[in-house]
């Protein structure tokens, strides 16, 4: 089986600083997902990469940028934090569309 | 934009009942349907998808589709305290926008001993 790291587990910043999360894969999976978790509403896709390079806009993109230099990893970047995005920020991976996610443990970011 | 709910948001059951937890979804172009279960402080983890309508058994669990209802349900027989978790439905069309899987905001189900 394969595992998903998410670094770091935890991430303090101040309110309009640039904070960068990390993900690496090691299922060899092409497609890799950035989601957020707030409390009490679900899942919301921020970005997610079909390839190497690849980028794709979610729902949520406005104030995060992404980036997708090898297959194995994907990060995310919060341009200007904002006391408002204080959630659980989790990446996935999958075989391709439509197939099971296996997910990453977290980053839970707090902004002070 | 696909609109997913969940019903209850919470539930509490006695260890041995049947669990059933609801979702609808509003784009009937929607194709692939899961389920998945994070246990608080982990990862969610995968436990049942389905393509077709229908029904689909695996253990404990039963997943139910129907597509002309916009509805499908995750069905737990025997419910044990291990299955204490916040439960997440998922939906995604076909076609292009198949990577796009669209999340509820779960159900949390406590099943005490």
């Known amino acids: 089986g394969g595992i998903i790291t998410q670094t770091p587990k935890f991430l303090i910043g101040q309110e309009g600083q640039k904070l960068t999360l990390k993900c690496q894969q090691n299922?060899?999976?092409?497609?890799m997902y950035w989601y957020r978790q707030d409390s009490g509403k679900g899942l919301r896709l921020i970005y997610y990469s079909i390839t190497e390079n690849d980028l794709q806009k979610g729902d949520l993109s406005e104030g995060y940028d992404a980036s997708r230099e090898k297959k194995s990893s994907f990060s995310l970047t919060v341009t200007s934090a904002q006391k408002n995005e204080m959630a659980v920020f989790l990446c996935a991976s999958s075989i391709g569309g439509g197939e099971t996610l296996y997910f990453g443990s977290g980053t839970r970011l707090t902004v002070l | 934009q696909q609109k997913v709910q969940q019903s209850p948001e919470s539930l509490i059951v006695p260890e041995g009942a049947m669990t059933s937890l609801n979702c609808t979804f509003s784009d009937s172009a929607s194709q692939y349907f899961a389920w998945y279960r994070q246990h608080s402080g982990k990862a969610p983890k995968a436990l049942m998808s389905i393509f077709s309508n229908g029904e689909k058994e695996e253990g404990r669990f039963t997943i139910h589709l129907n597509k002309a209802s916009l509805h499908f349900s995750l069905h737990i027989r025997d419910s044990q305290p291990s299955d204490s978790a916040l439960y997440l439905c998922a939906v995604s069309r076909s076609g292009g926008s198949n990577y796009k899987l669209t999340f509820g905001k779960g159900t949390l189900l406590t099943v005490t001993p």
């Open positions: 299922f060899n999976h092409d497609t």
